[in-house]
């Protein structure tokens, strides 16, 4: 995946994103055993979460999220699913704004019911108010002890599944803690129940199978059981004992739709995902293993072809993507990974066509229109700049908390000889990417450059004067 920032980009996840991060690593470390637990432990503190950005994977993200949210009645409240880069299945909920899916959950699941399943179970919390009342319990305990009670939990899940009492954990810390654990404990597995209940409900509301659901539990729940090693953060965060996948299943089976399936239309476009995941975020052998040449179908055939351009030879990925197009001669994807590959194999100004194409396809899609700013900017040509302005800042509209948009806006000025403009613009780019001190330092030339009083100099007034870093810059 383009982890250098391009279509696919990643970047560095908020602090209270890492917090959990951390947590969640100490939790499975401590289930999996010493072995793991340096391992896993350091990766999460110093790597971060890498977020995936990708227009084809958020759009059909929303089509399987909107409905379910709309029949909870949260459809006003603007929900954004965030695709983090892990490999691991997880899924969760963490501020009431945003649904946080693993590329690792994408990928394992069969089905588009089965991630809606999965939506619809994490918008029960979200409904529920759940996280706030975590984090309200969670706020009456110490830092460390916090550490303790996650790392309890973890062993106490993993006791209770492998047939154990689940006091291993309990046993493992002091008395007045593993009290609170087991409260907290119970917390959780209300929580969760509730959560099922409301899952199954916003499924039926929307004339939804809930079998995806009770599959990938399923699913989940057995690989704990066979493999003690690892354990998937998502069953962490949500206990999974038999009694509640058995209560869940009894109670999706009364839904009227339960044998109903995803359309055809919608399989083909999961499929999709899952090979463009691959081909981004595998090895060439496994790709190649995953969907051999004998494969035909327009998934494997899109796997292979991104995987020859992040791997191999440039001419031979863009034979590969010209017989995509050929198939499906409207998608907008296909035009997209096409100019992104040329634009990374050093051609932009022959990345400009297929670009343009993939932003009038794909209509207002502002990822897109980033990377078609991008190539114009790469090309050179000053006549081009006045384009990629255009663009970016129809661009950034939709998508205020870019840094990548800012930086190639003041990329885009600074072509036409506009610094003013291009000081105002690497200022966001700075602000956005949470570097305040740039920031300041840049609007404040800005300002000097820019009328006393314009709106551009009144947003550089702005940024000079911010008195703590935007704490929602990275993660948006
Ligand atoms: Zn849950």
Same mark, same amino acid.
Do not use: C
């Given at each position: 995946?383009?982890?250098?920032?391009?279509?696919?980009?990643?970047?560095?996840?908020?602090?209270?994103?890492?917090?959990?991060?951390?947590?969640?690593?100490?939790?499975? /470390?401590?289930?999996?055993?010493?072995?793991?637990?340096?391992?896993?432990?350091?990766?999460?503190?110093?790597? /971060?979460?890498?977020?995936?950005?990708?227009?084809?994977?958020?759009?059909?993200?929303?089509?399987?999220?909107?409905?379910?949210?709309?029949?909870?009645?949260?459809?006003?409240?603007?929900?954004?699913?965030?695709?983090?880069?892990?490999?691991?299945?997880?899924?969760?909920? *963490?501020?009431?704004?945003?649904?946080?899916?693993?590329?690792?959950?994408?990928?394992?699941?069969?089905?588009?019911?089965?991630?809606?399943?999965?939506?619809?179970?994490?918008?029960?919390?979200?409904?529920?108010?759940?996280?706030?009342?975590?984090? +309200?319990?969670?706020?009456? &305990?110490?830092?460390?002890?916090?550490?303790?009670? *996650?790392?309890?939990?973890?062993?106490?899940?993993?006791?209770?599944?492998?047939?154990?009492?689940?006091?291993?954990?309990?046993?493992?810390?002091?008395?007045?803690?593993? &009290?609170?654990?087991?409260?907290?404990?119970?917390?959780?597995?209300? =929580?969760?129940?509730?959560?099922?209940?409301?899952?199954?409900?916003?499924?039926?509301?929307?004339?939804?199978?809930?079998?995806?659901?009770?599959?990938?539990?399923?699913?989940?729940?057995?690989?704990?059981?066979?493999?003690?090693?690892?354990?998937?953060?998502?069953?962490?965060?949500?206990?999974?004992?038999?009694?509640?996948?058995?209560?869940?299943?009894?109670?999706?089976?009364?839904?009227?739709?339960?044998?109903?399936?995803?359309?055809?239309?919608?399989?083909?476009?999961?499929?999709? *995902?899952?090979?463009?995941?691959?081909?981004?975020?595998?090895?060439?052998?496994?790709?190649?293993?995953?969907?051999?040449?004998?494969?035909?179908?327009?998934?494997?055939?899109?796997?292979?072809?991104?995987?020859?351009?992040?791997?191999?030879?440039?001419? =031979?990925?863009?034979?590969?993507?010209? /017989?995509?197009?050929?198939?499906?001669?409207?998608?907008?994807?296909?035009? +997209?990974?096409?100019?992104?590959?040329?634009?990374?194999?050093?051609?932009?100004?022959?990345?400009?066509?297929?670009?343009?194409?993939?932003?009038?396809?794909?209509?207002?899609?502002?990822?897109?229109?980033?990377?078609?700013?991008?190539?114009?900017?790469?090309?050179?040509?000053?006549?081009?700049?006045?384009?990629?302005?255009?663009?970016?800042?129809?661009?950034?509209?939709? +998508?205020?908390?870019?840094?990548?948009?800012?930086?190639?806006?003041? *990329?885009?000025?600074?072509?036409?000889?506009?610094?003013?403009?291009?000081?105002?613009?690497?200022?966001?780019?700075?602000?956005?990417?949470?570097?305040?001190?740039?920031?300041?330092?840049?609007?404040?030339?800005?300002?000097?450059?820019?009328?006393?009083?314009?709106?551009?100099?009144?947003?550089?007034?702005?940024?000079?004067?911010?008195?703590?870093?935007?704490?929602?810059?990275?993660?948006?």
């Amino acid at each position: 995946m383009s982890l250098s920032g391009t279509t696919i980009r990643t970047r560095r996840g908020a602090p209270a994103a890492r917090a959990i991060a951390l947590l969640t690593a100490i939790a499975v /470390g401590a289930a999996a055993g010493p072995s793991t637990i340096p391992a896993r432990a350091q990766d999460a503190a110093t790597r /971060g979460l890498p977020v995936i950005r990708d227009a084809e994977i958020e759009q059909l993200l929303r089509d399987y999220a909107q409905p379910i949210l709309r029949a909870a009645g949260l459809a006003k409240q603007n929900v954004r699913v965030v695709v983090l880069g892990d490999r691991s299945f997880n899924a969760f909920v *963490m501020d009431g704004r945003h649904i946080f899916v693993n590329a690792g959950a994408l990928f394992d699941a069969k089905t588009p019911n089965e991630i809606i399943g999965v939506f619809a179970h994490e918008t029960g919390h979200l409904a529920g108010g759940h996280l706030q009342r975590l984090r +309200e319990q969670l706020a009456s &305990a110490q830092t460390a002890s916090i550490i303790a009670l *996650m790392a309890g939990i973890g062993m106490a899940v993993a006791g209770a599944r492998s047939g154990g009492s689940g006091n291993v954990g309990a046993a493992a810390i002091m008395a007045p803690q593993a &009290a609170i654990m087991r409260s907290l404990l119970a917390y959780v597995r209300t =929580q969760e129940d509730q959560a099922d209940h409301a899952g199954v409900k916003f499924l039926n509301a929307t004339g939804q199978s809930p079998r995806g659901m009770v599959d990938l539990f399923k699913r989940l729940s057995n690989e704990v059981l066979f493999n003690s090693r690892y354990i998937d953060p998502y069953m962490q965060s949500h206990p999974m004992p038999a009694d509640r996948v058995a209560a869940l299943e009894t109670l999706a089976r009364s839904s009227p739709y339960w044998d109903r399936k995803d359309s055809p239309e919608l399989q083909l476009r999961h499929d999709l *995902m899952r090979a463009k995941l691959s081909g981004f975020l595998e090895r060439p052998e496994s790709v190649a293993n995953r969907y051999p040449l004998g494969d035909h179908s327009l998934p494997a055939r899109y796997a292979r072809a991104i995987s020859t351009y992040r791997h191999g030879d440039l001419r =031979q990925a863009l034979t590969q993507i010209d /017989g995509l197009i050929q198939v499906e001669p409207n998608n907008p994807y296909f035009y +997209e990974l096409k100019g992104q590959a040329l634009l990374e194999g050093g051609k932009p100004a022959e990345a400009v066509a297929p670009l343009r194409q993939a932003v009038a396809l794909a209509h207002g899609t502002p990822l897109i229109e980033i990377l078609l700013a991008q190539a114009l900017n790469a090309t050179n040509n000053p006549k081009l700049a006045e384009e990629a302005v255009g663009l970016l800042r129809t661009a950034i509209s939709r +998508e205020p908390e870019s840094p990548e948009a800012y930086s190639q806006l003041a *990329m885009a000025y600074g072509r036409k000889g506009d610094l003013a403009n291009a000081d105002l613009s690497s200022a966001q780019a700075a602000f956005t990417r949470g570097d305040i001190k740039t920031a300041r330092q840049l609007a404040t030339r800005a300002k000097t450059r820019l009328p006393i009083g314009s709106p551009a100099w009144v947003r550089a007034d702005d940024i000079v004067n911010v008195k703590t870093p935007n704490s929602n810059a990275g993660i948006q």
